[in-house]
């Protein structure tokens, strides 16, 4: 299915948001996640389930000062 991560379509064959991160690559537990313009907590990843067109963002710190 079609998703946009961070602004660029993707084509993923999962469907929970953790599996999805997990096929995109982003694989640190250091992350924060917003589906269609919602937090989603990392507790909540595992149940969260995508559709075609979500819409997620992924965030991650950044060092320095």
């Known amino acids: 299915m ?8 993707h084509e993923i064959s ?3 948001l953790d599996a999805a991160l997990a096929e995109l690559g982003f694989t640190s537990p250091a992350i924060a996640t917003a589906l269609n313009g919602q937090f989603v907590p ?3 990843r595992e149940a969260t389930v995508l559709t075609a067109g979500d819409r997620l963002e992924v965030l991650a710190p950044m060092q320095g000062g």
């Open 2 to 9: 079609q998703i946009t991560v961070n602004a660029q379509t």
């Open 42 to 44: 990392a507790s909540a």
């Open 14 to 16: 999962t469907e929970t």
